[in-house]
T-cell receptor, first 113, second 113 residues
Framework: AQSVTQLDSQVPVFEEAPVELRCNYSSSVSVYLFWYVQYPNQGLQLLLKYLSGSTLVESINGFEAEFNKSQTSFHLRKPSVHISDTAEYFCAVSASGTYKYIFGTGTRLKVLA | GAGVSQSPSNKVTEKGKDVELRCDPISGHTALYWYRQSLGQGLEFLIYFQGNSAPDKSGLPSDRFSAERTGGSVSTLTIQRTQQEDSAVYLC???????????FGPGTRLTVT
């Protein structure tokens, strides 16, 4: 079975500061990894994904995540956050051969002016 | 094109009543998923449909929960004899077959009083 751990339930950060949201997973088989974002009163949107190939993946709005197999991590980073990045961020894993997601408990990112 | 739609957006029901939640996936998406988002439990997988294959029901929490998918498109999640612990946001997602990227609907917020 797979599991996902997001240790930080809330992360406050000042605008234009860097941020890292942590995600660790466990699995006995190879996995695919995802970050989804949920803005206030909105649905889940895919932010970025790792399926294969380059371990560093980027989104169109400046976020990036790096798949680290040895540390079983997929941390999300952004070098400079904006107020509009305030949202809840979910890390998810899907085991090779399946399609259902196992989600972490989410991290609330609050960007302060 | 249209995204995943869900109805109703909000549902308040009395304990013991049955409820039906509806999901319309994106046209052409043969894979359909139901998840539940609740306080203290995060996002939980409930059930997965893929084409005409038998659904993966491994996430359904009890036999009060059931789901069907008619004509390979619209899906209905039914909760019988609702309990207060069923209060949550029920999310539907769909994807192309063999594609790990899921598109989520806005959810149905269920409140059991």
């Amino acid at each position: 079975a797979q599991s996902v751990t997001q240790l930080d339930s809330q992360v406050p950060v000042f605008e234009e500061a860097p941020v890292e949201l942590r995600c660790n997973y466990s699995s006995s088989v190879s996995v695919y990894l995802f970050w989804y974002v949920q803005y206030p009163n909105q649905g889940l949107q895919l932010l970025l994904k790792y399926l294969s190939g380059s371990t560093l993946v980027e989104s169109i709005n400046g976020f990036e995540a790096e798949f680290n197999k040895s540390q079983t991590s997929f941390h999300l980073r952004k070098p400079s956050v904006h107020i509009s990045d305030t949202a809840e961020y979910f890390c998810a894993v899907s085991a090779s051969g399946t399609y259902k997601y196992i989600f972490g408990t989410g991290t609330r990112l609050k960007v302060l002016a | 094109g249209a995204g995943v739609s869900q109805s109703p957006s909000n549902k308040v029901t009395e304990k013991g009543k049955d409820v039906e939640l509806r999901c319309d996936p994106i046209s052409g998406h043969t894979a359909l998923y139901w998840y539940r988002q609740s306080l203290g439990q995060g996002l939980e997988f409930l059930i997965y449909f893929q084409g005409n294959s038998a659904p993966d029901k491994s996430g359904l929490p009890s036999d009060r929960f059931s789901a069907e998918r008619t004509g390979g498109s619209v899906s209905t999640l039914t909760i019988q004899r609702t309990q207060q612990e069923d209060s949550a946001v029920y999310l539907c997602a769909s994807s192309f077959p063999g594609n790990h990227e899921q598109y989520f609907g806005p959810g149905t917020r269920l409140t059991v009083t």
